[in-house]
């Protein structure tokens, strides 16, 4: 079946770079899903991060906009998160999940399917 695996997440210092992937497997057809990228810290709620859709169009949590980019290689079946210049607060599991499509409700909604997290930290 469906089948999620996210990489790259790791200790940096404040101000790194890391950039993630989410290898998708197991469907029938072409790559043709939504990629929304959320985080969860200790005891905090889980937070949309970003999210892309199969054309293209990118959406963004104004915490990250300018510092983190969505994207996407269909061939390769494989969508990424480059995170810039991270900061503390950025701390946390990040999972990929995808879905039908991003909408105006990516960051609340439930997307249908999930992958295990990596987990990314931010520290000096």
């Known amino acids: 079946q469906l089948q999620i695996v996210e990489s790259g997440g790791g200790l940096v210092q404040p101000g790194g770079s890391l950039r993630l992937s989410c290898a998708a497997s197991?469907?029938?057809?072409?790559?043709?899903?939504?990629v929304g990228w959320f985080r969860q810290a200790p005891g905090k709620d889980r937070e949309g991060v970003s999210c892309i859709d199969y054309d293209g169009n990118t959406n963004y949590a104004d915490s990250v906009k300018g510092r983190f980019t969505i994207s996407r290689d269909n061939a390769k079946k494989t969508g990424y998160l480059q995170m810039n210049s991270l900061k503390p607060e950025d701390t946390g599991i990040y999972y990929c999940a995808l879905d039908s499509w991003c909408g105006t409700t990516w960051a609340d909604r439930d997307f249908g399917s999930w992958g295990q997290g990596t987990q990314v930290t931010v520290s000096s």
């Open positions: 197991g469907f029938t057809f072409d790559f043709y899903y939504a």
